[in-house]
């Protein structure tokens, strides 16, 4: 976790970088209770439910939060401090819609539901939880897009190319550990609805990588015009664009080595132990 935190936040130092290891060890430990097959998905979408609560109301309900909601209150008034009110509204928004995904796919998956393509697309968007750590990257590189350049289609335009990579990456790496616990997956989407072979789909994926890449560099060469149009912001924009930048090959560079995707023998869940920095014997 330590390393995802480096590779993708990789200007945060000191405390901002505690923020981003924090996070991230609790955005894979929750993620993966989603996937467990002991039971716990129904307390998973109950505390799916209190997280939305909470984001809403500004604090945990009454009574004893849920140890995955205190470690994520603590996480948000970290996240939040000296940020305006027009960044932690439409962040919040963002994790609503990260924390709302999450029913939709346990509703899908319960009722057996097999997703074509794009519809596994769409709700790959919203679970990826990419741009609510797009909002990390402007609190912990203490700046904030204006909220007129951040609602302009083309830096949103932006944001989906970089989800869609990220996405389309995740599904190459985390494919045999999909294929070993029956979670749906964008290659085997492909090789069901449209008869691919496994080696046709993986290089559709890939594919659609390098589309989603160019598409991004595209969009990022047109920022400085943007900025000009829209009457400033040109600094934070391009800061903007680097940390989507830094996303999209630190999740590379990350995701090719990563245990979680090259252990053999386990499934790969995340565990409290992975978050257990061992002391030498």
């Given at each position: 976790m330590s390393e995802s935190a480096a590779y993708g936040f990789p200007g945060a130092v000191g405390e901002d970088l505690d923020l981003c290891f924090d996070l991230l060890g609790w955005f894979f430990l929750f993620d993966d209770q989603f996937d467990a097959r002991d039971g716990r998905t129904g307390d998973a979408l109950a505390v799916c439910q209190e997280l939305v609560d909470s984001l809403r109301s500004g604090s945990p309900g009454g009574g004893r939060p849920a140890p995955v909601v205190a470690a994520f209150t603590d996480c948000w008034q970290r996240m939040s401090r000296?940020?305006?009110?027009?960044?932690?509204?439409?962040?919040?928004?963002?994790?609503v819609d990260y924390l709302a995904g999450w029913p939709t796919k346990i509703a899908d998956?319960?009722?057996?539901?097999?997703?074509?393509?794009?519809?596994?697309?769409?709700?790959?968007?919203?679970?990826?939880?990419?741009?609510?750590?797009?909002?990390?990257a402007e609190r912990v590189g203490h700046f904030e897009v204006p909220l007129l350049v951040w609602c302009s289609s083309h830096v949103e335009r932006m944001r989906i190319a970089t989800c869609d990579v990220i996405i389309a990456m995740n599904e190459i790496h985390s494919l045999e550990k999909d294929q070993a616990g029956g979670h749906p997956n964008l290659v085997s989407r492909l090789m069901c609805h449209r008869g691919h072979s496994q080696a046709e789909a993986v290089r559709q994926v890939c594919g659609e990588v390098r589309l989603s890449v160019e598409s991004f560099l595209e969009l990022r060469s047109g920022l400085p015009h943007l900025a000009q149009v829209l009457g400033g912001g040109a600094p934070e924009l391009h800061r903007y664009a680097d940390a989507q930048a830094s996303w999209i090959r630190g999740y590379h560079d990350w995701g090719r080595t990563a245990p979680r995707y090259t252990t053999r023998g386990h499934p790969g869940d995340l565990g409290l132990e992975n978050l257990v920095v061992r002391k030498p014997s």
């Open positions: 000296g940020m305006s009110d027009q960044w932690r509204r439409r962040t919040v928004h963002d994790w998956r319960m009722h057996g539901v097999l997703p074509d393509p794009a519809s596994h697309l769409r709700a790959r968007r919203r679970t990826i939880g990419a741009r609510p750590l797009l909002a990390v």
